[in-house]
């Protein structure tokens, strides 16, 4: 079976670095990037945690190159909140063993599109993928997919309307969303619906290094769900949109139309998805409806735990 080449675009970030280990972990992909992205927390704080992950696993010849540090045209907050303040609070990882590409993520994107189809899975802000859009259309007929981990149909998680990822660069999403390339949107309404527990977590801790950093991420990840959502049970928002590139069964996605809300008023940075067909609005991304939670949960902490 021939693997599926892929860039990560990501903020790490604990369920960022549940992505990454679970993408290195599958044989069905091959890691061609991993690039980075101002969100979860500032960009020189996520690209030194993506390379601490890929020091974990051992990944020394995956390349990692940081992209943009701020939103594309308003400023937006960190979650520290979530994540601390190193954005991989948790774990004692050591200091990258490596800097970052001396290029920048969209040029790195740019660079490896043009020299096979790949398929692209952000799960941070929209703003690399968005600047990548604008600065190479022709590079477009190469994305096979952009598989977002963003967006909701229902209730937000940074405020009611909003999901994060959109949030921070509503503008950034609107040019995602908006482009030629075919893009699926894995939503909160899946993943809080695929939870990883405690329990399950907590099994990872004696399955290796990295097992044994899964379940200190989820330690610390879990406090945070906790106190607003009342249970020790946690998303995995961004492993679950890698899951679906490794196994297409986990989720049941249908073809809708999804607008972008960039005003400044309380519904800033909501997907609009026209769940209904209410609008003649055509559809712009495959979104995801349904989940097979413990198909998913079973890969993910199989995954892990067969890596060193
Ligand atoms: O809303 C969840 C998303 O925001 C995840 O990608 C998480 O890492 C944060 O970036
Ligand atoms: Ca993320």
Redesign the pocket.
């Known amino acids: 079976m021939p693997k599926t080449p892929v860039i990560i675009d990501?903020?790490?970030?604990?369920?960022?670095a549940m992505a990454l280990m679970l993408a290195l972990a599958s044989p069905e992909l091959e890691v061609v990037a991993v690039t980075t992205v101002a969100?979860?927390q500032t960009l020189d704080k996520v690209t030194a945690n993506a390379i601490r992950v890929l020091d974990v696993v051992g990944a020394d010849a995956v390349p990692v190159a940081a992209g943009a540090d701020r939103p594309l045209v308003h400023r937006a907050a960190v979650?520290a909140d979530?994540?601390g303040e190193t954005g991989l609070d948790g774990p004692d990882l050591p200091p990258p063993s490596r800097d970052p590409e001396p290029i920048h993520a969209v040029e790195l994107m740019a660079r490896e599109l043009r020299k096979r189809p790949l398929t692209l899975i952000p799960?941070?802000?929209l703003t690399n993928i968005a600047l990548l859009i604008a600065m190479y259309p022709d590079l477009v007929e190469n994305i096979e997919d952009i598989v977002v981990?963003?967006g909701a149909i229902g209730l937000g998680?940074?405020t009611p309307s909003a999901?994060?990822?959109i949030w921070?660069d509503p503008e950034a999403a609107k040019r995602v969303f908006e482009s030629e390339a075919d893009v699926t949107m894995i939503g909160?309404d899946v993943?809080h619906q695929a939870m990883l527990s405690a329990a399950r977590a907590d099994a990872l801790r004696d399955k290796g290094r990295a097992g044994a950093v899964v379940a200190d991420l989820h330690a610390f990840y879990r406090r945070f769900h906790l106190e607003v959502y009342g249970h020790d049970d946690t998303?995995v928002?961004?492993a679950l949109a890698v899951a679906h590139v490794i196994d297409p069964k986990i989720l049941n996605t249908t073809q809708l139309n999804v607008e972008l809300d960039v005003t400044q008023g309380p519904c800033r940075g909501r997907t609009v998805v026209d769940q209904l067909r209410r609008t003649d609005r055509p559809a712009n991304a495959h979104v995801a409806v349904g989940v097979d939670a413990d198909r998913f949960i079973d890969l993910l902490t199989e995954r892990i735990g067969s890596l060193a």
């Open positions: 990501c903020d790490p970030g604990h369920d960022d969100g979860n979650a979530v994540h799960v941070g802000p981990m963003g998680n940074v999901e994060f990822n921070c909160l993943t998303p928002h961004d």
